[in-house]
């Protein structure tokens, strides 16, 4: 079986809701397993400051069959059942959900014709709120290129007071 990571966010309605949900219906999937999720930590807004705070979780799948393309389409059909509308002018805006794939066994993958897919996920080392659940659950977690997850959050400016993040 293949670990895969993948984070969730939501600031829209009931975002824990979303979030929850979200994983539900993961588990759903064939030849998936949702192994682990991560606590909610409540983040603020990355890029785009006025709007809510986000939820933000982290889970890990095990995988039977699934190769990544394949999960990354299931991952992305899921967020527009949920009511995901992508606008390509507010790429930071408000969401129902968010559903990322952060990494994929120890794939290291850039496709040039598959520009959404690369792995592990391009912004993975600059957010606080995807390193923190991913911690919580994955702690000894090393990236294929060698770097710990501890060693990105130490290099990462950013402030944790309970459930909320700052970054």
């Not at 990355?46 to 995988?63: H, S």
């Not at 699934?66 to 969401?95: H, K, N, S």
């Amino acid at each position: 079986m293949t670990e895969a990571y993948i984070g969730l966010g939501s600031n829209m309605g009931d975002s824990a809701a979303y979030l929850s949900r979200a994983v539900e219906q993961i588990a759903l999937l064939p030849g998936i397993r949702v192994d682990a999720v991560s606590s909610v930590f409540h983040t603020e807004p990355q890029g785009r400051k006025e709007q809510p705070w986000f939820c933000n979780a982290v889970a890990r799948l095990l995988c039977e069959t699934i190769w990544t393309q394949a999960l990354l389409g299931e991952l992305l059909m899921l967020e527009e059942r949920m009511g995901r509308i992508r606008d390509p002018f507010d790429r930071f805006g408000p969401r129902v959900i968010d559903i990322d794939l952060l990494l994929f066994g120890k794939e290291a993958v850039h496709i040039s014709s598959e520009p959404e897919l690369v792995l592990p996920h391009p912004r993975l080392h600059e957010r606080a709120f995807v390193l923190m659940p991913l911690h919580e659950i994955a702690p000894g977690l090393i990236l294929p290129d060698g770097r710990t997850v501890c060693a990105l959050l130490a290099d990462l400016p950013h402030r944790v007071e309970e459930d909320r993040i700052y970054q």
